[in-house]
């Protein structure tokens, strides 16, 4: 039984500015059933988001939300958390706001692992501007900039995240929200920097233009490519019998849960200073 | 017990922050700007807030506006470059309606430029620095007291107008010691982490409903009280319209918010102007030379005077135009090439005469060389004055 989550909507926001076939809707379904089901209250929600489609998703949740400028979500929310830590603070960033204008405050939020999760919509492209590349637009794609392909390699969001110190790495898709909901409940209840990666898809843009149909046929190629992953995600089995921790790799990305380290926390370390009135 | 001590500006920039209750830092090092950012470094955490050294200046005032969204009176400091920077989000806190403090020591630019030496060349940045139209407050101490007392009042004034104020100073003002009145650091202790106080909300919280030409009281995230805020042009729910009607509406509001003189403490002073026949018009540390340009321009026997803003944006007109009725000479000194004589000739130049001494190689403007130009624009000085030597 899926659990009816529109009381965290605005639902007199609607209709919202999404495109028929887009994925980003399903992500924010299994997000809000995330924090439905840690029984976050409402008034302890922050949302905070940069610019591009996902990011206007802030504006439909019914919570203290925050529509800030491209790329620096991530630094306002951080300024957020500190001021108020016992908000719950998610920031909703796509591939283009987190990976290329703010890849900058995206790895530093990382090292300092601020207490924050941070969900990045994945789907390869400028949705908002009309389709250009993205970061994670793959080498040969075609976009309105790259007309005859691609001609740059694409971020590894989550290996880049890992490797700047968050301490919860993930990847999951659109397709697969049981196993999406999964992770981000995890996400949600990490203390530390936490960062999900979701493959959605843009069918008006990179659908059209690399000539893979509409919404529906792009969820399904994502079940063709990463259907053995999305069942062991949703059968929560975030670890291998053997241990390790990466559930999956498919064309070059893993998924899963990929990374969980405990570091000392951010705005913790902060206060706790403050507390002690500045002695070491 | 507040009591007198020798420092430099930017320590009193610190301190001034402190005492208006302000509990978030966050900043990039520049100079000649670092000194800010190492007291606040030292002292928050001893008084209850929180410093955080960010990645660069655009998250630095992010940050700033995130802290003081949940509630906590925010500053950042920087200069020229980092200043640049900041415009994106000036603009940001501008449009949301967000109060923080900026504070822009100014070094010679442009770019890189000359880092340790002084110039007054962001001042119209100051004012116009981000793009399309938004009101900016912009205030301009001359001296470390009131580098203290301006960045205090700052900060009552970016709340109470909820918008953005930059402190603008030059690396002299930032440099330069003197002795200066600052409370203890126990007295800042015992005023405890200030909040903003969040009122109750009756229904639903509108968070750009203006009444009488001010926005509501900001309340703060957190607080129990669910609402929206973008950089998007929104109406008075925070939410973004594109209905022409209330997309104009809200921006005439916005850019006729801020009153001419946004606290009583911020009027501009005058100094010799009653019967003046020329004045200079100078702020920071150019208004200190100035100063003592208009009392040896006195004793050579020319009617001298001094106008010095507190407030650069928005200019004071009143004032300004007030004195063009009786003065038919304006010499406008500055560390740039005419920023701002350029607003003072567009607010008296159909009244008054205004010329400009300009001096821009790194080294500030002496009362030598803005006495010179008093004197070749003033009348001729009786003969007896006129023999003595210019000191």
């Given at each position: ?22 994925g ?31 990011s ?34 998610i ?29 990045l ?51 999951s ?29 843009c ?68 206060w ?9 | ?36 950012a ?18 660069d ?10 802290a ?45 430029g ?28 001359a001296?470390v ?15 109470r ?17 003197e ?137 004071p ?10 003065v ?31 001096q821009?190689d ?30």
């Amino acid at each position: 039984m899926i659990p009816d989550v529109r009381g965290y909507l605005r639902e007199n926001r609607m209709p919202h500015i999404l495109c028929p076939g887009c994925g980003h809707g399903i992500v924010l379904g299994a997000l809000l059933r995330a924090v439905h089901a840690l029984g976050i209250p409402q008034d302890r929600l922050a949302v905070v988001a940069g610019i591009g489609c996902s990011s206007r998703l802030a504006g439909y949740v019914d919570a203290c939300t925050l529509h800030t400028t491209h790329g620096r979500a991530l630094a306002f929310a951080a300024g957020l958390k500190l001021a108020r830590p016992e908000l719950v603070v998610i920031v909703l960033t796509g591939d283009g706001d987190g990976l290329s204008i703010g890849g900058n405050h995206l790895i530093h939020a990382a090292r300092r692992n601020v207490d924050l999760t941070c969900i990045l919509f994945n789907n390869a492209v400028y949705g908002m501007t009309g389709g250009q590349v993205a970061p994670t637009t793959q080498p040969g794609w075609v976009a309105s900039t790259a007309p005859y392909g691609h001609p740059e390699p694409a971020f590894d969001g989550c290996a880049l995240v890992q490797g700047a110190g968050g301490t919860f790495v993930a990847r999951s898709m659109a397709y697969d929200p049981r196993g999406l909901q999964a992770i981000l409940t995890e996400a949600l209840e990490h203390r530390g920097f936490s960062y999900v990666e979701v493959l959605t898809d843009c069918p008006v843009y990179f659908g059209r233009y690399n000539r893979l149909g509409e919404g529906p046929e792009l969820l399904w190629s994502q079940k063709a490519r990463f259907g053995e992953v999305g069942q062991m995600l949703r059968d929560k089995r975030f670890v291998t019998p053997d241990g390790t921790a990466p559930a999956g790799r498919v064309e070059g990305l893993r998924f899963g849960i990929l990374h969980r380290a405990e570091r000392p926390e951010f705005t913790h370390v902060c206060w706790s200073q403050v507390r002690r009135g500045g002695d070491p | 017990m507040a009591r007198l001590r020798l420092v430099r500006g930017n320590t009193a920039c610190a301190y001034g922050a402190l005492s208006a209750g302000c509990r978030f830092y966050a900043g990039y090092p520049i100079t000649p700007s670092s000194e800010v950012a190492e007291e606040m470094a030292r002292l928050l955490p001893r008084v209850g807030g929180v410093f955080v050294q960010m990645e660069d200046e655009i998250a630095s005032l992010a940050a700033c506006i995130g802290a003081s969204l949940g509630g906590l009176r925010s500053m950042t400091a920087t200069s020229g470059p980092g200043f640049t920077l900041m415009q994106e989000h000036l603009g940001y806190a501008a449009l949301a309606e967000i109060p923080c403090v900026v504070v822009d020591v100014m070094r010679l630019g442009p770019s890189t430029g000359f880092p340790t030496a002084p110039a007054q060349g962001d001042v119209l940045q100051a004012r116009w620095g981000s793009h399309g139209d938004y009101p900016m407050v912009v205030l301009a101490p001359a001296g470390v007291q009131e580098v203290f007392e301006l960045t205090a009042a700052a900060f009552e004034v970016a709340d109470r107008l909820r918008t953005p104020v930059v402190v603008l100073y030059d690396e002299v003002v930032g440099h330069m010691m003197e002795p200066a009145t600052l409370p203890d650091l126990s007295e800042l202790v015992a005023s405890g982490t200030w909040r903003r106080p969040s009122p109750p909300v009756q229904g639903t919280y509108l968070p750009y409903a203006y009444s009488e030409g001010t926005p509501p009281p900001l309340v703060s995230f957190g607080e129990g009280t669910r609402y929206h805020i973008t950089g998007l042009i929104h109406d008075e729910s925070g939410f973004p319209t594109q209905d022409p009607g209330k997309v104009g509406e809200m921006l005439r509001r916005l850019n006729e918010k801020v009153p001419e003189v946004p606290a009583d403490q911020l009027h501009p002073e005058g100094v010799a102007t009653e019967d003046a026949e020329v004045v200079v018009v100078a702020y920071g540390i150019t208004a200190r030379a100035a100063r003592a340009a208009v009392r040896q321009a006195r004793e050579l026997g020319v009617r001298a005077g001094l106008f010095r803003p507190r407030v650069l944006w928005p200019s004071p007109a009143t004032a300004l135009r007030e004195l063009s009725g009786r003065v038919g000479m304006f010499v406008v000194a500055e560390m740039n090439f005419g920023q701002w004589a350029r607003e003072v000739e567009r607010l008296v130049g159909r009244w008054a005469e205004v010329v400009t001494v300009n001096q821009v190689d790194g080294t500030p403007l002496s009362p030598r060389t803005i006495l010179e130009r008093v004197l070749e624009v003033s009348s001729p000085v009786p003969s007896t004055a006129a023999g003595r030597r210019i000191s």
